[in-house]
């Protein structure tokens, strides 16, 4: 199996701040790599596909960049309401695995 | 707009059996490849089962992979998980989502339904 390693796994920062989230592949796995936004008590939400597309409707803060075994995740100001939990996946190989997640909390 | 509604979870004993349903609106269902997903208590998401737009091609982990069921029923719009041999670490949130489309190659998860809670304990 893939293991998919998150850095870090709890992170708290000020509204504005630029946020950093870092996934590593345990193999090459391309670009198929996707991120997930998971708010306290409801379903996660794609944010980014194949490393670097953004999902229609995500506003334009969130970017992600990457291929091989190393990608990011950016929020470029952080807002309130992007307090949440976040995840990255690949599906290079079944079975599909998650990273173990990102807490992003408000200073 | 795409909705997904779960339904089925409960408290099983360990060793017994559920059926998990997965009702889609808002889309031609069998266009779409779908997938369960599974979160226990306080922790990460666990990929669990799979399956094509015809049905015809599934997907297991291997720590369901015999005792879990896949499949779907596209003249009901509906996709179901059958449980049995239930452990006390089958115990999460199931979610069920949606491909991107009905071959199993875009994992691209969204939308996912709300989820809906299997308890296995004595």
């Known amino acids: 199996d893939i293991q998919m390693t998150q850095s870090p796994s709890s992170l708290s920062a000020s509204v504005g701040d630029r946020v950093i989230i870092t996934c590593q592949a345990s193999q090459d796995i391309n670009n198929y790599l996707n991120w997930y936004q998971q708010k306290p008590g409801m379903a996660p939400k794609l944010l980014i596909y194949d490393a670097s597309n953004l999902e229609a409707g995500v506003p334009s803060r969130f970017s992600g960049s990457g291929s091989g075994t190393d990608f990011t995740f950016t929020i470029s100001s952080l807002q309130p309401e992007d307090i949440a939990t976040y995840y990255c996946?690949?599906?290079?190989?079944?079975?599909?695995?998650f990273g173990q997640g990102t807490r992003l909390e408000i200073k | 707009e795409v909705q997904l509604l779960e339904s089925g979870g409960d408290l099983v004993q360990p060793g017994g059996s559920l059926r998990l349903s997965c009702a889609a609106s808002g889309l031609t269902f069998s266009n779409y490849a779908m997938t369960w997903v599974r979160q226990a208590p306080g922790k990460g998401l666990e990929w669990v089962a799979g399956i094509s737009g015809s049905g015809g091609s599934t997907y297991y982990a291997d720590s369901v992979k015999g005792r879990f069921i896949i499949s779907r029923d596209n003249s009901k719009n509906t996709l179901f998980l059958q449980m049995s041999s239930l452990r006390a670490e089958d115990t999460a949130v199931y979610y069920c989502?949606?491909?991107?489309?009905?071959?199993?190659?875009?994992?691209?998860?969204?939308?996912w339904g709300q989820g809906t809670l299997v308890t296995v304990s004595s």
């Open positions: 989502a949606k491909l991107y489309s009905s071959s199993w190659s875009l994992i691209w998860l969204d939308p």
């Open positions: 996946q690949q599906y290079e190989n079944l079975p599909i695995t």
